[in-house]
C-alpha cells in the first residue's frame, strides 16, 4: 500500500527544513550566540536540574517562567504565550487563523524560512512580495497586495533574517494600520538591534510580537515567547498542546533573568565584533558584505561560490550557503562567532580567495 496516497498534498509537495548538519569545528551556520554561561554558572543550573522529578509532567502552564517574563517585558500574564521556541509559536498562528479564508499570508521574500512551510503545511495560501533592492519592504507592492487579497496574516522579520537589516519601522506602522489582517513582528535578533515595538504596543489591535531566548545563548532549550492581545493568546491557548515547553527547559528558563547582566555583555561583545567582521568583510575584494542589525552578516560574493563554501568546510568552518532565491544566489550568510572564530573564518576566507 502507497499511504503517501493518503497524505495532505500539499505535505507531499512539500521540502522538509533541511539544516545542514555538517560537523565543523567553527559553527557559525545557524545565528546561534557563540558564549554561553560561566562553568560555574551553568552548574548551579545543571545541580537544580537534579531535583526535578523526571516522572511527573511540566507544570502545563509554565507559571512561574510566564509570570517572570511578564515583568520583564511589563505586561499581563494573559498576553504571553510561551513556545518550544518561536517555530512553534509560529506554527500555532497559522494553525489557529482560517486557512479556507482566501486572503491568505503575506510575507517579503527572502526572510525567515519557517513562515512559508508552516504556512504551506497548515493550508494557508502564500503570497510572497520581494523586497526592494535595499532589501527593505517594498510597501508600494504590500499595500497592493493588501488591497487585493485582504491577508489575514502578515509575518515581518524585524531585524530580518536571512538579510540582516532592520525594515524601515514607518513602512511597518504603514502596514498595521490599513491591514484588517494581524502583523506579526518578529523580534527575534531585537538584542542586537535595539529597535522594538514594545513600548508602542498598546497603539495596535492587530500587533503580535515574537520573542526567542535562542539569540541570546539559550538555544538548546527552546523558548519563545508571543506577545498579543489577551483575547487573540485565549485562542491560542486551545490550539497549544498541554505541556509544550518541557520541565527542564522551563526550569532553565527561569535562570535566564538571573544571568540577564552577563547574558548583555556578550550581547554587546557580539555588536563590536559584528563591526569588525563587517569592516574586514568590505576589505576583501569581491566580497561585499550587508548592513547587519543582527548577530549575522549576509555578503555576496563574486568568487566560485561553490569552491569558497567546501574550501571552509574542508578547513572545519561552516557558514550559510544560498542557492535561491535569485537575490540572494551569490550570497553567503555568517552568523558573528567568538573573536577567535571570527579571527579563523577571514583567515581561511582570505587564504581561499587568493588561491
Ligand atoms: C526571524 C526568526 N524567527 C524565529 C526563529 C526561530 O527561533 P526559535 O529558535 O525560537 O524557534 C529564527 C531562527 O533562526 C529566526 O531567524
Redesign the pocket.
Known amino acids: 500500500m502507497d499511504i503517501t496516497r493518503i497524505i495532505k498534498e500539499v505535505i507531499r509537495k512539500q521540502q522538509a527544513y533541511s539544516i545542514e548538519e555538517q560537523p565543523c569545528r567553527i559553527k557559525l551556520d545557524a545565528?546561534e550566540n557563540p558564549y554561553t554561561l560561566t562553568p560555574s554558572q551553568q552548574n548551579r543550573i545543571f545541580e537544580h536540574l537534579k531535583t526535578i522529578s523526571l516522572n511527573r509532567y511540566p507544570d502545563p502552564g509554565a507559571t512561574d517562567l510566564k509570570e517572570q517574563f511578564a515583568q520583564y517585558f511589563g505586561i499581563d500574564e494573559d498576553m504571553l504565550m510561551l513556545g518550544n521556541?518561536?517555530?512553534e509559536l509560529i506554527q500555532l498562528l497559522l494553525t489557529a487563523f482560517d486557512s479556507s479564508s482566501s486572503g491568505g499570508v503575506v510575507i517579503p521574500v527572502p526572510t525567515?524560512a519557517?513562515y512559508k512551510i508552516s504556512a504551506v503545511n497548515t493550508g494557508h495560501t502564500v503570497i510572497e512580495v520581494p523586497l526592494n533592492d535595499q532589501f527593505d519592504l517594498d510597501l508600494e507592492n504590500i499595500l497592493d497586495t493588501m488591497s487585493q487579497n485582504k491577508p489575514h496574516l502578515i509575518f515581518l522579520?524585524y531585524p530580518n533574517?536571512p538579510t540582516g537589516n532592520l525594515f524601515d519601522s514607518g513602512k511597518i506602522e504603514k502596514i498595521l494600520m490599513q491591514t484588517d489582517g494581524l502583523v506579526v513582528v518578529?523580534e527575534?535578533y531585537v538584542d542586537f538591534s535595539g529597535k522594538t515595538f514594545l513600548p508602542d504596543f498598546n497603539r495596535w489591535d492587530n500587533l503580535v510580537i515574537?520573542r526567542?531566548l535562542?539569540k541570546v545563548g539559550f538555544?538548546a532549550i527552546?523558548l519563545?515567547i508571543l506577545i498579543g492581545k489577551p483575547s487573540l493568546v485565549h485562542e491560542l491557548n486551545k490550539v497549544r498542546l498541554p505541556y509544550n515547553l518541557n520541565a527542564l527547559s522551563q526550569a532553565v528558563g527561569l535562570f535566564f533573568h538571573e544571568y540577564a547582566d552577563e547574558l548583555q555583555k556578550k550581547i554587546d561583545r557580539i555588536i563590536l565584533s559584528r563591526q569588525h567582521l563587517f569592516n574586514e568583510l568590505t576589505d576583501l575584494e569581491g566580497i561585499y558584505p550587508y548592513h547587519s542589525d543582527s548577530n549575522f552578516i549576509l555578503f555576496s560574493c563574486a568568487h566560485d561560490k561553490n569552491r569558497v563554501y567546501s574550501e571552509l568546510l574542508k578547513r572545519g568552518i561552516g557558514i550559510k550557503n544560498f542557492t535561491s532565491p535569485d537575490s540572494l544566489r551569490d550570497c553567503f550568510r555568517v552568523t558573528v562567532g567568538s573573536d577567535e572564530e571570527n579571527r579563523e573564518f577571514l583567515e581561511a576566507l582570505r587564504k581561499i580567495l587568493h588561491q
Open positions: 545565528n521556541g518561536s517555530d525567515f519557517m522579520s533574517n518578529d527575534a515574537l526567542t535562542s538555544a527552546r519563545g
